[in-house]
């Protein structure tokens, strides 16, 4: 009798499994407070996990105004002494790190480096998803505002 039972119901979740493969994080956490991703909702793994998916499929992400937090790290072009910001975000075991560039928005009155946090310290950016105009190979956080984040 409960051979009868458990294989329709092993049946129905195979079945289930091609329907959840193809949703990440973008689809649970659409819409609050005009935020359409906000990653700082999510555990240190799946945060690691969108933002592989965000770089490698960046398709579906672009145009979507997402919310990330990590640790700030800036760097200046040695030829042009122009800023790059990045927003890095360490994996679970802390091994493996990748990140997100980002660009303030136009009309920030920021000035680098007086203005900014110290390389390492954690801010929380939010920004729109796009393709990078200076690398189209890359993706970026655009017209992105940064906040140093207090641990409490």
Known sequence: MKRRILLPLLLAGFLLLPACASRNAADFYAGEDGIDLDLTRLSSTMVYSEVYNMRYEPEEYYGKVVRIQGLFSAYENPMTGEPYFNCIIPDATACCSQGLQFFPADGDSLVYPDDYP?????????????????NVYMCAITDATMELTTSE
């Open 118 to 134: 110290e390389n390492g310290d954690t801010v929380t950016v939010v920004g729109t998803f796009s393709r990078d105009e200076q």
